[in-house]
């Protein structure tokens, strides 16, 4: 299995059930296309001083998942392709984060 986490902040003036609802609309799309396993729910960091030592800023997280390489490597054609309606799907999600950050992994 290979993931993705993404790490975000939204801009100012958006909200996180409007990105909620544009990331679950890209993620069904993947799915549909055999391009993504799932994707989690996000989830809000919880500043904890103890558990929590990651400098960054950052208030949202969720992780896509992926089979296995040529799958992770089809959905990032399909992102960088440009073509409809995956392009709206993915700007529709884009367009609302102000700061992010990616960390993908293969599970041993």
Known sequence: MFCMLSCFNLKEDENIDEFRACLDLFSLKLIEDELLESTTPIS?????????????????????????????????KFIFDESEPGLTLHQNIWKKIEQYNFICWQDI
């Open 44 to 76: 809000k960091r919880f500043h904890h001083p103890i558990m929590d030592t990651d400098e960054s800023n950052f208030e949202y997280f969720f992780i896509m998942k992926f089979k296995n390489e040529d799958q992770l490597e089809r959905s990032v």
